[in-house]
């Protein structure tokens, strides 16, 4: 259970640039996290686009920008990373 006050972990993945491996593709996508709930989040990547493009066909020919929701429970890995200034600050209050 989480803090008042204090950020969980799904709640500080919004907005960061990540690397997700999700059990639907062999291979992983760069993206960015603009959404997140209890049981997922919502990843912005053209690079997983354009795979799901090739997946659906012409399904998704008439969205011009899609974010895809992706459930935790589908997801293998994510590999994320603080940008170089908090991880600077953070590495000098040690």
């Known amino acids: 259970m989480s803090q008042p006050g204090i950020p969980s972990f799904k709640e500080n993945l919004l ?3 990540v690397i997700v491996k999700v059990s639907l593709f062999t291979r992983a996508f760069p993206g960015t996290i603009t959404g997140v709930d209890d049981t997922g989040f919502c990843l912005v990547s053209n690079e997983m686009n354009a795979a799901l493009r090739e997946v659906t066909g012409g ?5 011009d920008s899609p974010s895809v929701y992706l459930p935790f429970s589908k ?8 940008p ?7 590495g000098a209050s040690r």
């Open 15 to 17: 907005n960061r640039t």
């Open 59 to 63: 399904a998704m020919a008439e969205m």
């Open 75 to 82: 997801l293998e890995w994510m590999i994320t990373s603080q």
């Open 84 to 90: 170089k200034a908090a991880a600077a600050s953070a």
